[in-house]
Every structure is written in structure tokens, then in C-alpha cells.
């Protein structure tokens, strides 16, 4: 049986099988980084707690899973930040099991995090025969056995221009497919899953202008970029990368 992937409308947020919900690209303590950059803004963590809490009042989810970048700043995290993480992780905690796939900031995290969370390896895990990889490394073999696989690292946004020339980056979600030669030549006998890449849950983070740069992380090496299906965050199908310009 095929699962069933659920993007919440409006949200950078995942409902699976009606049963687990998935965010990704938290990175709380980025204010620091932007503070440093002369950009004085307000914590994002209690927003996104909220956020969070709103949807799992809504779906009620069994399993959580946070699709790495839970903390920003590395290789050392600030002593609000660590706060900040411990205070967030405890407070979700409360919803659902949550499972942890670590991203290339989450460096120290499990001594940080409260007990009972599940963390898994950075390479990957996978659930309900789909595979979760945050995206900054190659997945794992077992990963790529998957008919799907569900990544984030690279804050997909696309590039829109009006009729006067200006430029509007949006967030959104991609959907596609490996390069068939490619995939085969890193990862012999795999079942060519498809791939669905997840937008940041922060939205100070920024990102990648998916018709522009593609994406990051290495499996932006083996994707068949132009064939990819951009679709908003309002649900919004705006067709293959390649035509969008």
C-alpha cells in the first residue's frame, strides 16, 4: 500500500499515514548568527512551539519525526540556545514519540536533548517503509531500498519574477526523481525512489532557489533537477523547475 503523504496547507509541515507528523530545518538559535550580521530580530522558538503545538492539537500525531538542523550555530551553541533546544524538545515531547534524524548543525545535540528521544543515525532511518534522511550525506543503502524518501537541508525556495522584473523567492516543496545513471552508479540495485524535499519550518533561514542553484547536499548531484514539480506551501502547482523562470 502506497503511504500517504499529507502536506499541511500553509505550513512547512508533513502528516503521514495519518499518523506522523514531520517538520524540518528548526535551527533554533539562528537570531545569534543574525544578530552578529547587524539583523536584530525576535526568537523564533516559541513561535514555532506554538505552531507545533497548533498542528498536533489538529492531527493528533503518534510520532513526531524532526528532520534535522534542530539547534543552528556550530560547533558551539550559545548557553541560550542550548536552553532554548532542551525547553522546545521537552515541551513537544509531551505530544508524541519523537524521532531525531541529525543535520549537519545538530553536532552535541543528544547531550542537550531530554531523555526518550530517539536518535538516529545521520545517514538515515527508515519508517512506515519510507526513508528519512536530513540531506547533508549520502544516505545509507537501507534508505535507498525505499520507494520514497523524505529530505530537507537545502530550504528550498523558488525564484518568481513579475512582469516588472522583480524577484520574489517562495518556499515550497519539490517532488522528483534520480537520474537513472547517476543513482545507479552510487547506489547499484536500488529501487529508484521518489524523492520529496521538505521546506524550512524557520522562517529566518533563507534558502535555495531551487530554478536557480537546484539543491544542495549530495543528492543534489544525482536528481533530475529539471524535471522536478514545484509546489507551494498554499498548495499552489507551479509546474516542472525548467520552466520556471
Known amino acids: 500500500m502506497q503511504p500517504e503523504l499529507k502536506p499541511i496547507s500553509n505550513e512547512p509541515a508533513l502528516f503521514i499515514n495519518k499518523k506522523i507528523l514531520v517538520v524540518a530545518d ?4 539562528i537570531e545569534s548568527e543574525l ?21 498536533f492539537k489538529k492531527y493528533k500525531p503518534k510520532e513526531i519525526i524532526l528532520l534535522g538542523d534542530i539547534k543552528h550555530n556550530i560547533p558551539s ?29 545538530d553536532g552535541n ?40 524518501i523524505i529530505i530537507a537541508h537545502t ?9 516588472l522584473g522583480h524577484k520574489n523567492f517562495e518556499p515550497c516543496w519539490i517532488k522528483g ?17 521518489k524523492i520529496l524535499i521538505m521546506p524550512a519550518f524557520n522562517p529566518l533561514c533563507g534558502g535555495i532557489a531551487a530554478n536557480q542553484e537546484g539543491i544542495t547536499g549530495p543528492i543534489g548531484k544525482i536528481i533530475d533537477m529539471e524535471n ?10 507551479l509546474g516542472k523547475v525548467k520552466d520556471i523562470k
Open 26 to 29: 528548526l535551527h533554533i538559535g
Open 35 to 55: 544578530r552578529e550580521q547587524g539583523i536584530n530580530t525576535a526568537s523564533q522558538t516559541q513561535t514555532m512551539t506554538n505552531r507545533l503545538i497548533a498542528l
Open 77 to 105: 551553541s550559545t548557553i541560550q540556545e542550548r536552553k532554548d533546544v532542551r525547553n522546545f524538545l521537552e515541551t513537544i515531547q509531551t505530544h508524541g514519540i519523537i524521532h531525531i534524524i541529525p543535520g549537519n548543525h
Open 109 to 148: 545535540l543528544q547531550k542537550i536533548s531530554p531523555l526518550d528521544i530517539i536518535i538516529h543515525p545521520s545517514d538515515g532511518f527508515v519508517l512506515e517503509n519510507l526513508g528519512f534522511v536530513h540531506g547533508h550525506r549520502w544516505p545509507s543503502k537501507e534508505i535507498m531500498r525505499c520507494d520514497q
Open 155 to 163: 530550504h528550498p525556495t523558488i525564484m518568481l519574477t513579475d512582469r
Open 177 to 193: 526523481n534520480f537520474l537513472d545513471s547517476k543513482l545507479k552508479e552510487k547506489y547499484l540495485g536500488s529501487a529508484s525512489p
Open 228 to 237: 522536478a514539480e514545484v509546489y507551494l506551501l498554499d498548495g499552489s502547482a
